[in-house]
């Protein structure tokens, strides 16, 4: 497809922007401490709008309107217990990230548990993020497949060495405002999607409603070979149910709001701990009607190929396409133009507020945690400024990589994809935090012993799971809930071995709530 002139020009214009913002803040970056966290003088709504559209990825642009158009709204489900999550992380977390002048979420690890703890817990998030950044970067590579006609592969390398520009050369500050107008120009295009949807259909918004309620599209189902069933809400290891599904989302946003550096590293780019707690009240209120009304894109655009079906929406919806096309695929041919530009703009913010954030976190960590800590300590800042600009850039490669691979990969949808990683590449961080945050005992030796169990579990569910176990040793349990799982055995083996084994000797003063100023 060729696009419009005038969808060219809004792209053109709004990519410009972006590049723009990118080369005015690299004039800022002469420090590391601008570069990493921008001066520590962020407001409280830029902060919560910059968290806002690190959250919301082109999981949230493709991903949701993909389960909904295909599925139902099952997923959904582990995002109600973000503001929970959020409650408890404002009030009991958020102290010990504003402690002096932290810069990473795994200094704290050092200060509780020793050094080596620090190294695992940074480590374990490059892993997760690169991860993450992989999946995120073959998801916009989709849309603009579709877009310019290009390969997957061109697609991918356009769409990361854009990402990487801007990103390495602004720093955080390039990274928090661009984040905010990203998340503007989402929201405004997901709404004027929306309203191309309801114009066309006949019967408008009610019979979006009406079509979707009758199929079952608004349920809280799984889809089986034999179509929807609903799920319980009991406790279960072997099936998704709804307090599952809710325990499932309230481990992953504590996890966010504990050991994320995308988050913690906002902590401290706010000004107060007053302004970040404002930022994680601005993100929660924010985040969750969002990702609720792409969900309700998805099942809009169902309604609406129901009405005018077309061979290839039928594909995506039968698995014969992946579905994460079938939002470009109604941006492409069903928009008008100037709007077209726009929505794919939306979906390109999308995807580089997810990735500007998590080059430049891993970035923060590679230096602050690794190499200043272990590898190079006693370097001018210059040089610590420097090696932040190669670790970005490598983190950019990285991605690219990661996504190519990811084209080849075979699943249901990618939602079901990043969710299953993401409890894999855990690692028990979780459980880590809430030890040293809620309890006094604990020491490098316990927790490791913890850490060493808890990734030969998650091992041995990544093996069980490809049939690479005798059947006496498959999992019992769905592999949604390894990171759950894996949280609680961190925790409570390394709690029983500081208990039963090992003295806690060291002067624990702000590093647990029981011993906070």
């Not at 972006?18 to 420090?31: E, L």
């Not at 590579?141 to 006609?149: K, R």
């Not at 902590?267 to 209120?285: D, F, G, I, N, Q």
């Not at 990618?414 to 993401?422: E, G, K």
């Amino acid at each position: 497809m060729t696009l419009h002139w005038i969808d060219l020009t809004v792209l053109i214009g709004y990519l410009s922007l972006v590049a723009g913002m990118g080369y005015y803040f690299s004039k800022k970056n002469i420090s590391t401490e601008e570069y990493f966290v921008g001066g520590r003088s962020f407001s409280g709504v830029i902060v919560g709008l910059s968290l806002v559209g690190t959250s919301i990825s082109s999981v949230t642009f493709l991903s949701y309107p993909a389960d909904a158009y295909k599925t139902t709204w099952i997923r959904f489900i582990t995002t109600w217990s973000m503001p929970l999550g959020v409650l408890i992380a404002a009030y009991y977390f958020l102290p010990f990230f504003r402690r002096g002048q932290i810069t990473s979420a795994y200094e704290y690890l050092e200060d509780r548990f020793g050094p080596s703890v620090r190294v695992y817990g940074g480590v374990t998030f490059i892993v997760a993020q690169l991860v993450r950044i992989s999946l995120i970067l073959y998801l916009v590579s989709l849309l603009m497949h579709e877009i310019t006609g290009f390969s997957i592969v061109t697609s991918i390398l356009i769409s990361g060495i854009f990402v990487a520009f801007y990103t390495i050369i602004g720093g955080i500050n390039a990274v928090i405002w661009t984040d905010v107008i990203q998340t503007i120009v989402l929201v405004l295009g997901g709404f004027l999607t929306l309203s191309v949807i309801i114009n066309h259909l006949p019967g408008g918004l009610d019979q979006i409603f009406s079509v979707a309620i009758t199929d079952g599209k608004l349920s809280l189902s799984e889809m089986t070979s034999s179509g929807f069933r609903s799920i319980g809400w009991g406790f279960s290891l072997t099936a998704k149910t709804g307090t599952m599904l809710f325990l499932v989302g309230l481990t992953s946003w504590l996890t966010e709001y504990s050991a994320n550096q995308n988050t913690v590293q906002r902590y401290a780019a706010a000004k107060s701990t007053l302004e970040a707690r404002k930022a994680m009240l601005v993100c929660v209120v924010s985040s969750l009607p969002i990702w609720a009304f792409y969900m309700f894109i998805g099942t809009s655009l169902y309604v609406f190929f129901q009405e005018f079906p077309t061979i290839e929406a039928t594909e995506m919806l039968s698995g014969v396409r992946k579905a994460e096309q079938v939002f470009p695929y109604f941006i492409l041919n069903f928009l008008p133009p100037g709007l077209t530009g726009l929505v794919i703009a939306a979906a390109l913010a999308a995807a580089m507020s997810s990735l500007d954030s998590s080059i430049n976190a891993i970035s923060t960590v590679g230096i602050v945690d690794i190499y200043r800590r272990h590898i190079k300590p006693g370097e001018n800042d210059k040089h610590y400024l420097q090696m932040a600009w190669i670790i970005a850039g490598g983190a950019a490669l990285f991605m690219m990589g990661g996504a190519f691979i990811l084209n080849a990969s075979k699943t249901k949808t990618l939602q079901d994809t990043v969710t299953i990683l993401s409890s894999i590449t855990g690692g028990g961080l979780l459980g880590l935090y809430l030890l040293g945050f809620f309890t006094k005992k604990g020491n490098a030796k316990s927790v490791w012993i913890g850490l060493i169990l808890t990734t030969l579990f998650t091992i041995w569910t990544i093996l069980a799971k490809r049939g690479m176990v005798p059947d006496w040793m498959n999992v019992p349990f769905d592999l949604y809930y390894t990171g759950l799982i894996g949280n609680i055995i961190m925790f409570s083996v390394a709690f029983m071995v500081a208990v039963f084994l090992m003295d806690q000797k060291k002067n624990l003063k702000n590093l647990t709530i029981w011993d906070m100023d």
